[in-house]
């Protein structure tokens, strides 16, 4: 293993964001008056995006079209602004593998499906120790996971090749978007999804921890 750098997924796999979303998904729903869902059923509602994590929670059929969709989307990240930081910060052993890389000099950079504007958010504020050669959430021209876009454009500022970039993941998504763009796909136990989710998607292999990455460098 001869790997060159790492690219990290961010819900799930840097952060633990689960009860925020929870807590801002279900007051929007609240307030229109449907029932809430539990925090295990937003493992499976995140991942792809605020508005496919809208349309999972809200009954089916309820969006007439995408205005109404746009809407309701501008009302939970409203909420999520409001909350954010709540319950939310880096899982156990996340520092200390952050901390090792840049001992190392590992480049570090973070591709999510989070909006642009909230990965730059809480990666500021709730990881404000250590550096990163790039942030890249979803906003305009850049496609969402499981498309690799965002993770070559990292590779290409890196000048590496994307068999030398570990992509570090805790959902299918994640190990999709690696295999797609020629990456090492990771599983990251510690996060939202299920380790049979993340071998079928195409998973090498499982760090059961934060730091078992640190064997990959």
């Not at 642009?116 to 990163?132: D, I, K, M």
């Not at 590779?155 to 295999?179: C, E, F, S, W």
């Not at 990251?188 to 090498?204: D, H, I, V, Y």
Request: hydrophobic share 40%.
């Amino acid at each position: 293993m001869n790997y060159k750098a790492i690219i990290f997924d961010l819900d799930g796999t840097l952060l633990d964001t689960l009860q925020d979303l929870t807590l801002s998904v279900n007051t929007v729903l609240r307030q229109k008056g449907f029932g809430e869902h539990n925090v295990d059923a937003y493992r499976y509602f995140v991942g792809d995006g605020i508005d496919i994590l809208v349309q999972r929670a809200f009954p089916a059929g309820f969006f007439a079209g995408e205005a109404e969709l746009e809407t309701v989307v501008q009302e939970v990240k409203e909420e999520y602004g409001r909350r954010w930081a709540e319950n939310t910060g880096p899982y156990p052993g996340v520092p200390e593998l952050l901390s090792y890389l840049e001992n190392k000099q590992v480049p570090k950079a973070i591709f999510s499906n989070k909006p642009h504007e909230f990965a730059l958010l809480t990666v500021e504020t709730l990881l404000p120790g250590w550096s990163f050669v790039g942030i890249c959430g979803i906003r305009a021209g850049m496609p969402r996971k499981p498309d690799p876009y965002g993770a070559l454009q990292i590779a290409k500022t890196l000048k590496l090749n994307p068999r030398d970039i570990i992509y570090l993941g805790d959902t299918g998504t994640d190990m999709q978007t690696a295999v797609a763009g020629g990456f090492y796909p990771l599983g990251a136990l510690w996060g939202f999804r299920t380790a049979e989710e993340l071998l079928e998607s195409g998973a090498q292999e499982l760090a059961r921890e934060p730091l078992d990455v640190a064997d990959y460098f």
